[in-house]
């Protein structure tokens, strides 16, 4: 990977990103990072060793893949900031929530070669899922490019830009769900006297290792499900317990709440 990628913004899930490229690629030396908070700054720079830029416009001048790592709220700022070294040389990565390719584009020209992308925090640990939605003008060999860098933290799926409310559903926002599921597993082993930081290694490994089952035997969940449960186990009763407190149902209704909450912040 010698192409030069810059990073605008590198808070927690942009810090996520470049860990797993420079983890996969070792390439610190071709990786410049502008963050606005000076101290952050130094932090990456004395951690990871990468190139520092004292603003965007000197960051998207001396790299080639672009990835937008800021908040919403002030991307439009940043847009308008370095629209007057966006070239056809340039390829910008956008990681922000309601940010629509088409809002991009106004700020840069439809020119403006631009993918739109939605991670998640496992990339800090190299197992990101990540969609991809490029614009009409990025070339073929500019998107393969680009899913090679995003795969330096996990894995990638281009898709078109309309499914992007149901990624932030399922992958964007579902660390946080999973995470909440973890944490009260824990507290049950816990309550049921087991130390706590055996509990989170248990209940860790659990979802780690059902989650690697579907994917690797593309076997159906509800399958998988059923092979763990025995006739009058302790399996089917936990199960019985959780659809009378509406575990499923509760799942899908917070989900459908994070997906029009993303179609409200693309309006």
């Known amino acids: 990977m010698n192409k030069k990628i810059g990073f605008i913004g590198c808070g927690n899930m942009g810090e996520a990103m470049l ?37 965007p416009i000197e960051l998207v001048s001396s790299s080639e893949m672009i990835l937008v790592a800021v908040k919403p709220n002030i991307f439009s700022l940043v847009m308008e900031e370095i629209k007057s070294v966006v070239d056809d040389s340039k390829v910008i990565i956008s990681i922000a ?3 629509t390719i088409a809002a991009i584009e106004k700020k ?23 969609s991809m939605s490029p614009n009409r003008n990025v070339t073929p060999e500019e998107s393969a490019i680009a899913k090679q860098i ?27 769900y999973v995470f909440m599921f973890i944490e009260a597993m824990a507290d049950a082993a816990v309550l049921a006297g087991m130390p706590r930081d055996k509990a989170y290694k248990f209940a860790s ?10 994917l690797e035997t593309g076997m159906h969940p509800g399958a998988l ?43």
């Open 108 to 130: 840069l020209g439809d020119k403006a070669k631009i993918i739109r992308t939605m991670p998640n925090t496992p990339a800090f640990v190299g197992l990101g899922m990540t």
């Open 225 to 267: 499900k059923d092979m763990v449960c025995s006739p009058g186990g302790t399996t089917i009763t936990a199960v019985a317990e959780l659809e009378k407190t509406g575990f499923r149902s509760s799942i899908i209704s917070g989900m459908k709440k994070c997906m029009e909450k993303s179609e409200e912040m693309s309006k």
């Open 150 to 176: 995003l795969e330096g933290f996990g894995e990638v799926e281009e898709l078109p830009e309309t499914l992007i409310h149901s990624v932030i559903g399922v992958s964007g926002s579902a660390p946080a």
């Open 97 to 99: 929530a309601g940010v």
């Open 19 to 55: 860990k797993g490229i420079i983890d996969s690629f070792d390439n610190a030396e071709n990786i410049y990072v502008f963050e606005k908070n000076k101290d952050r700054q130094n932090y990456l720079k004395n951690k990871y060793g990468i190139n520092i830029s004292s603003t």
């Open 205 to 214: 490994q659990a979802v780690m290792g059902s989650a690697k089952m579907v």
